[in-house]
């Protein structure tokens, strides 16, 4: 990637959309805080800034694939620069996907803010959702700087993602079990647990894309999957 | 990379059609190919791609002993077509080209009827015994070259008359006409319109089914589109050899990266 091409609007091109797809990951990590922050304080009005917020993401990736469609028409792309585009492509729907799992979370958020509120589970949410945002501020770091080892690390860490979806599960299960009036906010937490735990994917894709785009291969090792919930039996 | 070749049509066979080794090409002092090797597999298309001056021609040049012609050009190493070595004194330079043909840049067709200059190798080789055979012969290979209906009713029009697409389909048609086994050709479209292009690259794709095709081209697209194998020279090396699709998604040598990408190397 040192070198340049002979061509230099090519480079100018390629500069350009990656730093759409910078611009569009701040925003959704952005989201994602202040969506767990929203949950956390009960904070209606940030909750409504974070689903208006949305349609810019939005935006962003249309332009990317605009801009990628541009480049494939006009440039044909090969080798690392084609894998540049298909991953660029890849990552802004991953991005815009993200984008609307924490704008989910928020709109649920204005919802819990009138109920009755589940302390231990708001904050078991936040560190889930903090550990989502970290992951994702590392695969766009290790994309900028074309790192497959961090891309590597992230993917390892959906695995501690799925775990704490695991236990929010088992807790909001018993809460419900408890006490029927507790069934709505839990069930609106555990949407927003899910959606969290779905983030984690499409961060591990991004991540994934990486190491694609570096090495024109896909990682070996099959995903780590520590979802066990889809097996959980039920219990009468 | 699974993907990537699901997506190329079958390839009957891999049995290796010419192999070539250590060979080496001296014009004079220049050392013009260095010490190549490669295995070009039948019923396959091998495009060979390269910047100017790299070798590309000079090694296609080789495979049927055009650089026989050259005085100054010196060619070593091992070239075997079906395990027969091309460069073996009992080998007869007429006959490996008519086993061996050639199409090339800019459409020559002899200053002939269109009839004639499909007609020509077979003639001088002994290919007809009559009349009839010989117009079943033309008939045939212009059918391969994609051109019979647009010529059947004017066979005695000069070839030199015909568009410069249908030139060069006729030169295509000249050169299967002697039944070759391998087809060799230099930039067969590098004078031609998209149209004409895309004409002669849907008869390369056909050609396959019956010779070995080597080509050589400047445009990357056209290298990508109708080979199925890609070998890359730079300053008379040949520095990556491999399935097309593999060559373009991902090659693995950092100079044919910046050749395909279009960067400096």
């Not at chain 2, 080496?24 to 190919?33: E, K, P, Q, R, T």
Request: some cysteine.
């Amino acid at each position: 990637m040192v070198e340049q091409h002979i061509a230099s609007a090519f480079d100018r091109d390629l500069e350009a959309i990656q730093a759409q797809i910078m611009k569009m990951g701040g925003l959704v990590e952005a989201a994602i805080m202040d969506a767990a922050r929203a949950l956390e304080t009960r904070d209606e009005e940030l909750a409504q800034q974070v689903r208006k917020q949305d349609a810019a993401i939005d935006g962003l990736e249309e332009l990317i694939n605009e801009e990628a469609a541009r480049v494939i028409a006009l440039r044909a792309p090969a080798a690392v620069d084609l894998r540049l585009i298909l991953s660029v492509m890849k990552i802004s729907g991953n991005l815009e996907r993200i984008g609307d799992y924490a704008k989910n979370i928020a709109k649920r958020t204005t919802v819990l803010a009138h109920g009755p509120s589940v302390e231990e589970s708001a904050a078991a949410l936040r560190r889930m959702a903090r550990e989502v945002e970290l992951m994702l501020k590392d695969g766009l770091d290790s994309y900028i700087q074309r790192d497959v080892e961090l891309a590597q690390d992230v993917i390892n860490r959906d695995r501690d993602v799925d775990q704490m979806y695991n236990a929010l599960f088992r807790e909001l299960l018993t809460f419900m079990m408890e006490d029927p009036r507790n069934i709505t906010p839990c069930m609106h937490l555990h949407f927003i647990a899910k959606n969290t735990e779905r983030m984690g994917d499409h961060v591990t894709s991004i991540a994934e894309q990486v190491v694609y785009l570096v090495t024109g291969e896909k990682p070996e090792e099959d995903r780590q999957k520590a979802d066990t919930t889809s097996t959980v039996p039920q219990e009468g | 990379m699974n993907q990537i070749t699901a997506l190329d049509k079958t390839v009957q066979t891999n049995k290796t059609k010419i192999s070539a080794r250590n060979v080496n090409v001296h014009y004079g002092d220049s050392h013009a190919i260095k010490d190549v090797n490669v295995e070009i597999e039948d019923n396959t298309v091998t495009a060979f791609i390269g910047p100017s001056g790299c070798g590309k021609s000079t090694f296609l040049r080789c495979l049927n002993r055009m650089n026989d012609t050259i005085d100054i050009c010196r060619v070593t190493g091992d070239i075997q077509i079906d395990g027969e070595n091309i460069y073996d004194p009992r080998v007869d330079p007429v006959q490996l080209r008519a086993k061996v043909g050639m199409v090339f840049q800019k459409p020559n067709p002899f200053p002939k009827s269109i009839y004639d200059n499909v007609a020509y190798g077979p003639r001088i080789h002994g290919l007809a015994a009559n009349k009839a055979e010989l117009d079943e012969i033309v008939e045939k290979s212009l059918r391969r070259g994609a051109i019979w209906e647009e010529v059947k009713d004017r066979l005695d029009a000069p070839g030199t008359g015909l568009s410069g697409g249908q030139q060069q389909r006729l030169c295509i048609a000249r050169a299967v006409a002697t039944e070759p086994e391998v087809l060799l050709m230099d930039e067969p479209c590098s004078a031609l319109d998209p149209i004409a292009t895309a004409q002669i690259e849907e008869l390369i794709d056909e050609l396959r089914n019956s010779y070995s095709v080597v080509i050589v081209t400047h445009s990357m697209q056209q290298a990508a589109r109708v080979s199925q194998k890609t070998a890359f020279f730079h300053l008379g090396n040949l520095v990556e050899f491999g399935a097309t699709g593999q060559i373009f998604t991902n090659p693995e040598d950092p100079r044919t990266e910046s050749y395909i990408t279009g960067r400096i190397g």
